[in-house]
């Protein structure tokens, strides 16, 4: 059974910053691109970053490029997003996504194959 774990989040200030993780188990971790989307409230989910399952390639959203970095240990079978010099419009549930596709597929909510349940950021100005 294929288990992502979110931790991480929590209230902070703007400008501050937080480290957010996700635990995978029951999957083969290094053949799985791992991506974080984000969903604020009354609005649709949306992409953040990604990381392709050896860890050398990454991809972000206009919106966060520069503010955070998404980073990846096989061996703990786990995935991080750094977030810094946060702003209150990042506040969101943040998820972790496995996708078993070759990298470079269209990092779409429907192109996951295993969500996490999420973890909540809040950002206060």
């Known amino acids: 059974q294929v288990q992502l774990v979110e931790s991480g989040g929590g209230l902070v200030q703007a400008g501050g910053s937080l480290r957010l993780s996700c635990a995978a188990s029951?999957?083969?971790?290094?053949?799985?691109?791992m991506d974080w989307f984000r969903q604020a409230p009354g609005k649709e989910r949306e992409f953040v970053a990604a990381?392709?399952?050896?860890?050398?390639?990454?991809y972000y959203a206009d919106s966060v490029k520069g503010r955070f970095t998404i980073s990846r240990d096989n061996a703990k079978n786990t995935v991080y997003l750094q977030m810094n010099s946060l702003k209150p419009e990042d506040t969101a549930v943040y998820y972790c996504?496995?996708?078993?596709?070759?990298?470079?597929?269209?990092?779409?909510?429907?192109?996951?194959?295993?969500w996490g349940k999420g973890t909540l950021v809040t950002v206060s100005s």
């Open positions: 996504a496995a996708d078993r596709r070759a990298w470079g597929a269209a990092t779409t909510v429907h192109g996951m194959d295993y």
């Open positions: 029951g999957l083969a971790f290094g053949n799985y691109a």
């Open positions: 990381i392709s399952g050896s860890g050398r390639s990454t």
